[in-house]
């Protein structure tokens, strides 16, 4: 049994690439963990652990970095995302929104499965099409869902792995506060930085 290492760009383990040595490919195949680079958002995700997803894995670990509601979270901190929501998946009914579960036609809401011990803090996300980066669209999260972070694919990951019961686990590093788009306000070096730091020796304690 392995683990499957998913993250959406190279971009964002370029360290763990380089630490352990791996080819330059989307989907890297080795003797303790395989490397799968999904390429951005739900759908990509989606098609890509369609392709590659099995019960030779126990264990899913999505990588990535995210967007943080929470000014109380310093940029560049990891958290370990055990629960997210597909944030936009229902209907609008004038000024209320209907997810899909209230609308009887699935689930919007996914949790990690995994049994180990992760020394993170804990924080719930949410996953979306579009980047929030308007005030109204910011305060009407916090107050439909109330998440810590926000990223492109992280329920993604999870309602895969619920699909064939495989064990999950999301970490994010956070690379900017939600807010109005300011490029000049996001930390995404030390972001990537902590979060590749953080992989490679949870990857290498494994081994």
Request: hydrophobic content about 40%; overall charge negative; some cysteine.
């Amino acid at each position: 049994m392995k683990t499957l290492v998913v993250a959406a760009t190279k971009a964002e383990l370029t360290f763990f690439y380089q630490h352990f040595n791996l080819p330059d490919s989307d989907f890297v195949e080795s003797k303790n963990f395989d490397l799968l680079i999904t390429g951005v958002g739900m759908v990509a995700t989606a098609f890509a652990l369609g392709k590659h997803l099995s019960s030779k894995y126990n264990l899913v670990l999505n990588l990535g970095i995210a967007g943080s509601f929470s000014r109380d979270m310093a940029l560049g901190t990891i958290l370990n995302i055990t629960e997210d929501t597909f944030a936009e998946m229902g209907a609008e009914n004038g000024t209320e929104f209907l997810s899909i579960n209230d609308l009887g036609f699935g689930e919007n809401h996914y949790t990690s499965t995994t049994p180990k011990n992760v020394d993170l803090p804990i924080a719930k996300g949410i996953t979306v099409n579009c980047v929030t980066g308007s005030e109204k669209s910011i305060k009407n999260l916090i107050s439909r869902l109330n998440p810590t972070t926000e990223s492109m694919e992280g329920a993604a990951v999870f309602y895969a792995c619920k699909q064939l019961n495989i064990a999950s686990l999301q970490i994010r590093s956070i690379s900017n506060y939600v807010e109005p788009r300011n490029k000049d306000n996001w930390k995404i070096g030390l972001a990537i930085k902590n979060l590749n730091d953080w992989a490679i020796n949870f990857i290498g304690e494994m081994n």
